[in-house]
């Protein structure tokens, strides 16, 4: 049964353009919705996150969108730059401690 | 404070040999998550220890083990090593006493078994 699935699984954007990466989920128990970012050689790094109990959480040029009944979140890029290039991962998990990640996306920003 | 630390960087192996990973998580975690990433498989979760205990285990064979020690440090080991277990072991700490404590990845350990 697969949990988690992100979409889309590669993305390419103008310098300055908006990213737009989805996370839909099977799990009701799910109680905190994470996006991490992970350049080559490196682990993945926590971005911005979110509880249930919110429908949209911003920092800086990132925001979460969530949408409970719909059993989907989002991460928003605004004025996305070549330094966002990186592969993103949404990973909600539940009080049990333990995060499903989705695939990743491959996001690339071209200047 | 410091970061995960995971050692070594680099392993290559040979079929049907063991290998052991180590991890040092930030200082005051107590929880330990050990992840396998393939570019075919993605992020796969293998297991986590809290407080020295497995909480959580993963979709893997038997020849994956872990634990963890009394300072929180945890090892890894992969027994019988198969060409497939060629991938980038990932270890993540965090507070582990609520689901919103955010996982803190090491850059892993590159397994290569020939």
């Known amino acids: 049964q697969q949990q988690v699935k992100q979409s889309p699984q590669s993305l390419i954007v103008q310098k300055g353009g908006i990213s737009i990466i989805n996370c839909a989920y099977e799990n009701t128990a799910f109680d905190y919705f994470p996006w991490y970012q992970q350049f080559p050689g490196k682990g993945p790094a926590l971005l911005i996150a979110?509880?249930?109990?919110?429908s949209e959480k911003k920092e800086g040029r990132f925001t979460i969108s969530f949408n409970k009944s719909a059993k989907q979140f989002s991460l928003h890029i605004m004025d996305s730059q070549p330094g966002d290039s990186a592969t993103y991962f949404c990973a909600p998990n539940t009080n049990a401690g333990k995060s499903t990640f989705g695939d990743g996306t491959t996001l690339t920003v071209k200047p | 404070k410091a970061g995960v630390t995971q050692t070594p960087r680099y392993l290559i192996k040979t079929r049907g040999q063991q290998v052991t990973l180590s991890c040092s998580p930030i200082s005051g975690h107590r929880s330990v998550s050990w992840y396998q990433q393939t570019p075919g498989q993605g992020l796969q979760f293998l297991f986590e220890y809290f407080s020295e205990t497995q909480r959580n285990k993963g979709n893997f064979p038997g020849r994956f083990s872990g634990r963890q020690f009394s300072n929180s440090r945890s090892e890894m080991n992969v027994s019988t090593l198969e060409l497939g277990d060629s991938a980038l072991y990932l270890c993540?700490?965090?507070?582990?006493?609520?689901?919103?404590?955010?996982?803190?990845f090491g850059n892993g350990t590159r397994l290569t078994v020939t």
């Open positions: 993540a700490s965090s507070l582990g006493t609520a689901s919103n404590s955010p996982l803190h």
């Open positions: 979110i509880r249930p109990d919110v």
